[in-house]
């Protein structure tokens, strides 16, 4: 388990982790101020995460202290960037100045060091 003390200490932290961090979500509650996952504080925590640029998955996060979640930099170019354009094309988001296509192209542009292509090579003899 990986203590913050701050909501601004956290975006650092999970650049440290390569731009995502799975936690579960009672991880996130002392910087609440609690201990409890309640309905308030999960929408408080929702909040200061959008505040940080911090995107989350899943898009709705549960009242469940042991849920496990993924949080990531939205705006750094990692895989957190590819997670949160992912989820805004899941979700129907495009953002202004923005079409789908173009979303696409750029998911894909980042997916695509992560591509691994079928050997070319033939091992066969003739």
């Given at each position: 388990?990986?203590?913050?003390?701050?909501?601004?200490?956290?975006?650092?932290?999970?650049?440290?982790?390569?731009?995502?961090?799975?936690?579960?979500?009672?991880?996130l509650?002392p910087?609440?101020?609690?201990?409890?996952?309640?309905?308030?504080?999960?929408?408080?925590?929702?909040k200061?995460?959008?505040?940080?640029?911090?995107?989350?998955?899943?898009?709705?996060?549960?009242?469940?202290?042991?849920?496990?979640?993924?949080?990531?930099?939205?705006?750094?170019?990692?895989?957190?960037?590819?997670?949160?354009?992912?989820?805004?094309?899941?979700?129907?988001?495009?953002?202004?100045?923005?079409?789908?296509?173009?979303?696409?192209?750029?998911?894909?542009?980042?997916?695509?060091?992560?591509?691994?292509?079928?050997?070319?090579?033939?091992?066969?003899?003739?």
């Amino acid at each position: 388990m990986t203590t913050v003390t701050a909501w601004d200490d956290l975006p650092q932290l999970i650049d440290s982790e390569g731009g995502f961090v799975r936690w579960q979500l009672r991880e996130l509650l002392p910087l609440t101020g609690t201990t409890k996952a309640m309905r308030r504080v999960v929408a408080g925590i929702q909040k200061q995460l959008a505040a940080q640029r911090i995107g989350h998955l899943p898009p709705a996060l549960p009242c469940n202290g042991t849920a496990e979640i993924l949080l990531y930099n939205q705006d750094k170019p990692n895989l957190g960037t590819a997670l949160h354009l992912a989820r805004q094309l899941a979700e129907g988001q495009t953002p202004e100045n923005t079409s789908t296509n173009d979303q696409v192209k750029v998911l894909d542009k980042l997916l695509s060091m992560y591509r691994v292509r079928p050997s070319t090579s033939d091992n066969s003899t003739a």
